[in-house]
């Protein structure tokens, strides 16, 4: 694997107000709180997670969707929050999103033909090469060139989601965030659309940050695994590791309890007690002491550091 | 379109207020070829004629034709109409959306400044308006038109939150796709729907609004044939020439009806494609 | 054949609308067991949720809704019930649990008196009993301190402890029967384990019976005793969890089941190639001949039945079968073909 680091994640924290009314008392959700990871060139980072785990703010905070609280996002080396709006603008062909709902992500207005050609025309290509660029995307993501004037209601799901994977290679990006890419899809399709992902992957080389609840569909595209719970990541290492040899008792939990579609396979179950924290008012010290099966008292106090324990393989746990 | 058109079909009463509509609007225009009389012309020796076959609606105390003057008076009606609701529909789109897609004290201070103008009376604010301007048809309308922006302005901001908060608005955001752009490429073109259904309920409100404000002497000069005029001279001979004022109050009603239920089925059928497109 | 609650036979659920009819069930026979678990496992569109809502006779009310066959509960034909019997069926020994516990439970009621809602209306019980009762299910359902939770809104509880709830409500009378569609389809994995579990452990203490609508095949792995696959309408395959998973016969089990990603394999996955048919505009002959890499002339013209295929009670509706059959006497290594893709 590449060594070459893409993206660079130091104490990102973003935290939001959800504080209604004047007179209420001050609210914070701290939907990210901390992280510290690296992207390589080339691989395909998976973030899992429950819901209100982060993931998705994640993402978008690298995406520069949404404005960081503290801390640093660096992108090829270079602090993205140092860039000018205008600045910001330009460098955004090289890191494009791939959006969970094919449904809601594509403007219904539009023709595919638009929809694709967007970013180019935002970008400053002229006509002539933008329709060339879409045919050629068309042909990649395997949309026939001649549905190019249809609507999106006009498509199913899967083959939406392909238009969404198309304006997203548009620009030829380096780095593209796929939050929940299948998760909408049918099992038949969402297998179709992976493969399109892992075979893009090859032929241009660019990154994926990947984030997923689906644990199966993770560890099967990604190089490394980061597990996320309540805004903080618990364990990061290589995907095979993580799945054989799993840390941190919340991976552990999380990895029993996906059923799998095997009758054979023997459930040693960790049931989780208790449900996941509201993430405006998260437990102190580690925030899985209260359903952590091995918690201390120490637990409760203090937040355990993002170690690295095996070579690659970072946990946040005191007990490890 | 077709299925729009579909949906709308299936509404009867939609379509009685469609049909009464287009009626409205050919009156408007071939006024001159229908109407049975000149509808200024009067005549002593017709005054406060009833109902007869020479005059279908009867005269009023000047000898005009009521009949004529109503279909005269659709061409007033359709205009403040047209007009009015269209000054509201442009400011109160650009209001809601700049609000709502702004968002922080931009939302704070539009939103407060159209809610100042919506707890006003309808009436009341137009009169006011009118009083500040001066009694004329073009004053009327923009009386008339400022009075309707805050509905129209509380609508796009509230149909432009929503969008907003669409992924494709994130995925235009994410491509590096200007402000301005994305609010004329994205947002106005998906928020207009409840607009659209809005112009024509608003519509009937701002016949109303003309007919009030014409009956309390503050539209258009007396002799104009609106139906609002129509209806205020009426009322003084209620007791010996009823049809003076029933039959403009007749058309008013009508009109007014039209509007609504063409607005209803519209609304009805908007919203079931917008849910299939969602869903 | 005795102990079936439930036996479904020849089901048609089919929508009149503006674009010409939807035959979202066409023809489904299926039975339910007493105390078994039945998944009834497919993708969107299948028909499966219609399915549960045409038994349940939640469908079927309107004009542009033509429900047809035999839906026998303990004998009886829920189609010919009145909408009052079915009232009473509904709840007492039929209930629902849908998937999104969110709009299930009514905002502007607690808990608890939603739950004691249940005898009240159906057992003429008093309201004292009821919320006994009401509490006592919410304890069996696990959650803790169920005093004080009873007399909570449903918005003091969050996702896992609502479907709980929701649960506890089909419970409240008794039934021999609760229809389960897509109950954690909307739940996190851990919490998605917690009801999993929940079901399981009601279905060994009380005995009640289970049909599980579900579109994930974990999920009837870990918690199913028989399965019935449907695909456009129709059940395409039908046996125990050990038939479907080990000895998938029909060519779209075995393509849903190799669509998975293997735990711990970068093999390429196989999906199953194009798109569900239009259910406007059904192919003539079998729904899958479009995507089914066995397609033969057979399957372009007629459509296939339900067969038994490699035991009585395994059954697949495959014109594969139909050859195996036919030629089950000098049969040689040409009905093996499906098996070959493994």
Known sequence: MATEELVKVKNLRKHFDVSNGLFRKKSIVKAVDGLDFTVYKGETLGIVGESGCGKSTTGRLLMQLLDKTEGTIEFD????????????????????????????????????????????????????ERKERVTKLLDDVGIPDDYRKRYPHEFS??????????????LKPKFIVADEPVAALDVSIQAQIINLLVDLQEEYGFTYLFIAHDLSVVQYISDRVGVMYLGKMVEMSESDELYENPLHPYTQALLSSVPVPDVHHNTDRVLLEGEIPSPDNPPSGCPFHPRCPIAKEHCKETMPEFRERNKGHYVACHEV | MNEIWYQFKKNKIALFGLGMTVMFIIFAILAPLIAPYDPYEMSTSDSLAGPSLAHLMGTDQFGRDILSRIIYGTR?????????VGISLVLGTLIGLVAAYYGRWVDMVLSRFTDVLFSF????????IMAILG??????????????????ARIARGAVLSIKSSLYIDAAKSMGVSNR????????????????????LSFAFAILAEAALSFLGLGVSPDTPSWGIMLSEGKNWMETAWWIAVFPGIAITLAVFSFNVMGDGLRDALDPKLKNESS | MADNILEVRDLKTHFHTNDGVVKAVDGVDLHVEKGEILAIVGESGCGKSVTSQSIMRLIGAKSSEKVSGEILYHGEDLLSKTEKEMRQIRGKDMSMVFQDPMTSLNPAYKVGTQIAEMPIIHEKKDKKSSWKRAIDMLTKVGIPSPEKRASQYPHQFSGGMRQRGVVAMSLACDPDLIIADEPTTALDVTIQAQVLDLLRKLRDDTGTAIMMITHDLGVVAELCDRVAVMYAGKIVEEGTVADIFDNPQHPYTQGLIHSLPKPGSRERLKPIEGQPPNLHNLPEGCRFQ????FVMDVCREKQPELVPADKQDHQAACWLMGEEENDGDGRTGESEEPEKTF
Not at chain 1, 101 to 125: K, T
Not at chain 1, 157 to 170: D, V
Not at chain 2, 181 to 187: E, G, L, V
């Open chain 2, 76 to 84: 007033i009606s359709l205009q403040v109409g047209i007009i009015s």
């Open chain 1, 77 to 128: 080396g270079e602090d993205m929050s140092a860039w000018s709006k205008k600045e910001l603008n330009k460098r955004r062909k090289d890191f494009q999103m791939i959006f969970q709902d094919p449904y809601a992500s594509l403007n219904p207005r539009m023709i595919v033909e638009e929809i694709i050609e967007e970013p180019m025309v935002a970008a400053g290509m002229d006509k002539q």
């Open chain 2, 181 to 200: 752009k994305i609010m004329w490429k994205h947002i106005l073109p998906n928020s207009m729907a409840p607009l659209i259904v809005q112009v024509t």
């Open chain 2, 135 to 152: 009694p004329s048809l073009t004053n009327l309308m923009i009386a008339i038109g400022i009075v309707y922006t805050p509905i129209f």
């Open chain 3, 290 to 293: 479009d995507r089914c890499p």
């Open chain 2, 121 to 128: 009376p309808d009436i009341l604010l137009a009169l006011v």
């Open chain 1, 157 to 170: 799901g899967g083959q939406r989601q392909r238009i969404g994977i198309a304006r997203a290679l548009a």
